[in-house]
């Protein structure tokens, strides 16, 4: 097996057990004090808001430019300067993060940001300079450790935080320093590992970057990344952060308690993107595009048969789960139209398929900057709006998401179809949705019995029954062709 093939197999496996962790604790650990886990899901999205100004592109710069400069010997010149140039954004930052308070001390008694300061500041420092890290061992083909470090890691943080407050009595201040240690012991493990595959040789010279202006090509280059990330992160972490700012840090844990529970249904993605990004290469390099149409549709279809499969069981089950939530449980049943709203949203997005990667993939790369800086735009709009001007309080953070996630992929859409004449969506989706109905419908109303846990596992199971059935007479989506002998011989193959 090649290094590519093994690193994404254990990426793969990586990823689904740090699912597993966030899943679990969201729903077994976290709801013992959502006020406590809405503090920690401000924190670390919020340091991960502002480590994009502070990195400004430059991670990306040393994967772009890392060919090019390994031939000379210069790869680590860039990394040096990259560091360097990390911290002293962040010196700028940190210094016109205290002159803002200091010119409006108003903010201080207004912001979770002010109180928070002293884990945030320096979170954003070590988050950045581990982002840099990150991209760089991506040069060695190497993403299985930094996968550990950059979805592991935060997860045992929030849990060992969580537990040390709860669990063990301690104080707030003290459960924040054991957060803010995973991470420091993150970044020496990037430096470890980074400098186990290549001795780190800090160079600060400035010759090669003086060369025919070498340094504004690394500039530019950087400024788009910047861009193209700072949309991204920025859509992914804003409502944490005006969450925790606008409504409450019990409201924030209960969201994303919620959000964490819906994103079962994206488990069929998670592989498939990055299996799916060299065929698509591939075939705009044959420009084989009718070929890439039909693959288009049947991924599509798989990503969101087997979404809509899991999300019809998350609704019908999470009543009887919150049950075993005893701290928490109301708080969360009463945002169970949060799981109605985000999961359509997300089972959009799988029913949509791998339209970035379309683009990411052809000469139109840049589109897919502008359309996520429209999509931060949005999301913060929208989100001010409900915040503002509703009582909705997070429903209304929910249907600001679900609006601005489906305009994000209708938007990708038309431009993908416009420009490549490909579309993901197959009559079989009608077909899914109908069934998808029918079973939630039955389940639902079918007697309750007196035993929470028959009701947990009966409700779901009533619904794996029905669209079983239903998809042996439709026809929709060929389970019998992938669960065969073949298949799972093929599970047991590395």
Same mark, same amino acid.
């Given at each position: 097996m090649s290094v590519v093939a093994r690193q994404s197999f254990k990426y793969s496996i990586i990823g689904y057990l740090g699912f597993l962790l966030g899943m679990v604790s969201s729903i077994f650990i976290f709801p013992n004090d959502l006020e406590y886990y809405g503090k920690l899901r401000y924190i670390l999205p919020t340091a991960q808001m502002y480590m994009v100004i502070v990195v400004f592109g430059l991670s990306f710069s040393n994967v772009y430019f890392f060919g090019r400069l390994k031939e000379i010997g210069k790869h680590q010149n860039l990394l040096s300067w990259s560091l360097l140039m990390v911290v002293f954004n962040f010196i700028i930052f940190s210094l016109g993060f205290f002159i803002v308070f200091s010119l409006f001390p108003n903010l201080k008694n207004q912001?979770?940001?002010?109180?928070?300061?002293?884990?945030?500041?320096?979170?954003?420092?070590?988050?950045?300079?581990?982002?840099?890290?990150?991209?760089?061992?991506?040069?060695?083909?190497?993403?299985?450790?930094p996968n550990i470090f950059e979805n592991i890691f935060p997860k045992i943080g929030n849990l060992l935080a969580f537990s040390f407050f709860f669990y063990f009595g301690f104080q707030e201040p003290y459960s924040y320093?054991?957060?803010?240690?995973?991470?420091?012991?993150?970044?020496?493990?990037?430096?470890?590992?980074?400098?186990?595959?290549?001795?780190?040789?800090?160079?600060?010279?400035?010759?090669? #970057?003086?060369?025919?202006?070498?340094?504004?090509?690394?500039?530019?280059y950087s400024f788009f990344g910047f861009l193209g990330n700072l949309g991204s992160v920025l859509a992914l972490n804003i409502s944490n952060y005006m969450i925790g700012e606008n409504i409450g840090m019990e409201e924030n844990g209960v969201y994303s308690t919620i959000f964490s529970i819906v994103q079962l249904i994206s488990i069929p993605a998670m592989g498939l993107y990055n299996i799916s990004a060299p065929i698509i290469s591939k075939h705009f390099a044959?420009?084989?595009?009718?070929e890439l149409d039909v693959y288009y549709k049947k991924t599509s279809l798989s990503l969101f048969f087997l979404g809509l499969v899991l999300y019809s069981c998350i609704v019908v089950g999470f009543p009887f789960l919150t049950n075993y939530m005893p701290k928490a449980?109301?708080?969360?049943?009463?945002?169970?139209?949060? =799981?109605?709203?985000?999961?359509?949203?997300?089972?959009?997005?799988?029913?949509?398929?791998?339209?970035?990667?379309?683009?990411?993939?052809?000469?139109?790369?840049?589109?897919?900057i502008f359309v996520m800086l429209f999509?931060?735009?949005?999301?913060?709009?929208?989100?001010?709006?409900?915040?503002?001007?509703?009582?909705?309080?997070?429903?209304?953070?929910?249907?600001?998401?679900?609006?601005?996630?489906?305009?994000?992929?209708?938007?990708? #859409?038309?431009?993908?179809?416009?420009?490549?004449?490909?579309?993901?969506?197959?009559?079989?989706?009608?077909?899914?949705?109908?069934?998808?109905?029918?079973?939630?419908?039955?389940? =639902?109303? #079918?007697?309750?019995?007196?035993y929470n846990l028959i009701n947990l596992f009966y409700k779901p199971i009533i619904v794996l029954l029905l669209f079983f059935l239903g998809n042996y007479f439709m026809k929709i989506y060929p389970i019998g062709k992938y669960l065969n002998k073949d298949f799972f011989k093929s599970l047991l193959k590395f």
């Open positions: 912001s979770e940001l002010w109180d928070l300061k002293k884990i945030i500041i320096p979170l954003i420092l070590i988050l950045s300079l581990s982002s840099v890290f990150n991209k760089y061992l991506s040069n060695y083909k190497r993403i299985v450790v320093f054991v957060f803010f240690s995973v991470f420091v012991l993150g970044l020496f493990g990037y430096i470890q590992y980074t400098n186990n595959l290549e001795k780190i040789s800090l160079d600060f010279s400035t010759d090669y #970057l003086k060369k025919n202006k070498f340094w504004k090509e690394v500039f530019s044959t420009n084989t595009i009718k449980g109301n708080a969360l049943l009463e945002a169970q139209p949060l =799981i109605w709203i985000m999961g359509f949203a997300l089972l959009f997005e799988l029913a949509t398929g791998f339209n970035s990667q379309i683009t990411s993939m052809s000469k139109y790369y840049r589109f897919n999509l931060a735009i949005l999301t913060t709009t929208l989100n001010l709006y409900f915040i503002r001007k509703t009582n909705l309080g997070i429903l209304g953070i929910a249907i600001s998401y679900a609006i601005s996630l489906c305009v994000f992929n209708i938007a990708k #859409l038309i431009f993908n179809y416009y420009k490549f004449r490909v579309s993901p969506f197959t009559i079989e989706m009608l077909y899914s949705v109908i069934l998808a109905s029918i079973a939630i419908s039955v389940a =639902i109303l #079918l007697p309750n019995t007196s």
